[in-house]
């Protein structure tokens, strides 16, 4: 599959790749494109899968209404899957820093910092 984080790839056959896959489609548009990634190639990959896979699922988290959002406000599309993936990732990281045994909501946090989000207060990150 040809990965073109400026278009949304195919719901299914995006599905029917299995991890690996799509984590490797991603990595490889990003170098065709020379587009950076940062220090640390896969997890950038990783980012953009997690969101695409949440796009192409119509998860019911608030992904693909931001990511629509975030586009209208004047991202291109690959810069709005970024913003949402370092939502995702931020959580991710503070979660793996709180204390052991402490609860935390993820969904709920995804939620609520996604409606925050802007493409305003994301260009001045």
Not at 12 to 36: G, M
């Amino acid at each position: 599959m040809h990965y073109d984080a400026s278009k949304a790839p195919d719901p299914q056959e995006w599905l029917e790749l299995d991890e690996s896959e799509r984590i490797d489609a991603v990595i490889a548009y990003h170098k065709c494109a020379k587009k950076p990634v940062g220090q640390d190639k896969t997890l950038h990959a990783i980012a953009h899968v997690i969101v695409e896979t949440q796009v192409a699922t119509g998860d019911a988290t608030v992904v693909l209404a931001t990511l629509d959002r975030l586009t209208r406000e004047g991202l291109d599309r690959h810069d709005a899957i970024h913003a949402i993936g370092s939502v995702l990732m931020g959580i991710v990281l503070d979660v793996l820093k709180s204390p052991e045994g402490k609860h935390v909501d993820i969904n709920a946090q995804y939620g609520r910092e996604l409606a925050e989000l802007t493409a305003a207060n994301w260009r001045s990150s």
